[in-house]
């Protein structure tokens, strides 16, 4: 998967355009390891980037969010993460979760890509890492989800 992310990016470029097109890249790869364990039974996929990827709106958005569901049975927010660091690294990314909050009503986590911006040739600092935040509310009104 890695090396398809870098044939995307061939010849676009080191600019805005280029990182949001691996971070909109990394989300379909983040909400496919969704999929795959079953978190989009408990999980509403919402917000800015669910109206990109299931509208084709042309709207970017930096965050996944989710709003929790049918009483959220089976709901794991830290498992999930669990599952999509694995998938991630199975794919050869190197991942990090960091900020992982799920204690309140908005449970929050960061997926963090350190060191991937540079390897793409997209920035020359190596501290600097792309991130994805994932956000699923946890106790949204009634009818809201």
Known sequence: MKERLRELLRGRGRGPAARN????FLQASILA????VGAMVPLAFQG???LRFLFSIRRYSEDLD????????GYDFRGYLETVRADLRREG???DLAR????KAVHRAFVRFPGLLRELGLSGQREEALSVRVE????????AA
């Open 93 to 95: 990314y190197d991942v």
């Open 66 to 73: 989710f709003a929790l569901e049918r009483g959220g049975a």
């Open 136 to 143: 699923v509310d946890a106790r949204p009104p009634s009818g």
């Open 48 to 50: 800015g980037s669910a």
């Open 33 to 36: 390891a969704l999929q795959r």
């Open 21 to 24: 097109l691996a971070r909109e």
């Open 100 to 103: 992982v909050s799920d204690q």
